[in-house]
């Protein structure tokens, strides 16, 4: 019988991180340790879960076919060490399926390369797959795993099948999401990792140009029977991992999803959550909602102060009065809020920057943390094909959100451009340089501490 190798890749690393981000991120985990004390940072291996090997591994199940996991992420980055390990676990005509970012796509390449010559079928997923070169592999996939992607794989495991790309439909599907992911795979993680990743929904409907999860169009839940056997298993399988992280890409599109997690968790005392939303989600029942949750942060885009620029950038917004009542809002709720805040955007100007940072700074008691990324152009996001004559650097080693721009932004040069986000880093770093002091775990919303927690 056809065998499915699933395959986490390692990230090789092209350059030493940035010093100044670096210093912001060890305040940034000083202060998020000050108020969840069990958080920790992994130092020698994933931060999370790669999720897609629960989900791939139930619909494989489905579909009859059989599958093994070979977790390479401490392996070198390098072909040879990577297929070695491949080709012992598989036979000729076995399915190996993997799904790279820009920083191991050339990896995940010479690798197939190597799989490929030696008789085995390479399915390449995830948000680089579409720059795969024609030929390179078997098959790509782009877009959400589902019943249709696994058909696909049991026609190539038969020998047939070719391309797995598919047209993607906007609007609310209709069509739930029934099985739950299996975690058998991965139960090695317990202990490694400082928290676990949910989903109620998958996709987004907003359709920001710079958003690399735009590409979905489209909301799919999660059926309400499905999220619970998932919850039964990552709650036996990681008994004293606290901390939920929603994945849904926008907390409160859906109000059944909400509601399904409230409902799922209602008996389950003692969990802690980050959600994260839209600006333009947030209403009184969604607060609501997060208090009863047990939700102890809120993640909020804030790509500029400049509500014209956002309007180029098709993030829909009601201006930054708007922006800021709601920040307080959810603050006042007792809810911390972390700004996912992006630099390197092509409609990027010196005044919208500045405009940024003084807005930052004159709401700092309302914030208590920044995600801090600069753009990167993945081929999904709406403004890649706009975008793609002015990439300049095709090293997808140098694709990274801690990194100078690999494009020439329309207004500023990437020298320039990098600079501004400098200051946003400098910024936030003044913000959060104070430590906070630790809260007592009565004070935080869901905050349960156990002994084993405390361990990491």
Known sequence: MTKSCIVQLPFPSSHDPDPNLARYYDDYDRRFRA???????????????????????????????????????????????????????????????????????????????????????????????????????????????????????????????????????????????????????????????????????????????????????????VAKDALAQEVDELTSRFPDTRLFYIGDKTFGQSREAVGNLLDVFRDRPGYRFIVQTHVMQVKEWIVEAMLELGVVAVELGFESADSQMLKRLNKLSRGLDDYTSKIRQLSDAGLKIVLNMMGGLDEETEAAHGQTVSWMRENESALWLFNLYNFVPYPLTPDFPRLRERIFNWDFADWREDAPVVYRPRHLSPEDSWDLFQEKIAAAHAIIRDPLPAAPASAVPGLSVTPAAQEN
């Open 35 to 221: 108020m969840l004390p069990e958080y920790f940072i992994p130092t020698d291996g994933l931060w999370e879960m790669p999720l897609w090997v629960a989900h791939l591994t139930a619909l494989l199940n489905t579909a009859g076919l059989d599958s093994v996991f070979r977790d390479l992420s401490r392996t070198p980055a390098e072909p040879e060490h990577c297929a070695e390990p491949l080709l012992e676990a598989t036979a000729p005509g076995d399915l190996v399926l993997m799904s790279p970012l820009a920083q191991n796509l050339r990896l995940a390449l010479e690798v197939a390369k190597r799989l490929e010559h030696a008789g085995r079928r390479v399915v390449l997923g995830g948000n680089m797959a579409p720059l795969a070169p024609d030929g390179a592999v078997h098959a790509v996939h782009r877009g959400q795993l589902d019943a249709t992607f696994v058909r696909r794989l049991v026609e190539l495991a038969s020998g047939s099948g070719g391309s797995l790309e598919k047209p993607l439909l906007p609007g609310l599907v209709s069509d739930r999401i029934t099985w739950a992911p299996d975690y058998r795979h991965l139960g090695g993680y317990q202990g490694r990792v400082p928290l676990l990743r949910l989903n109620a929904s998958h996709g987004c409907l907003y359709q920001c140009s710079f958003c690399g999860d735009a590409w979905s169009k489209q909301l799919t839940l």
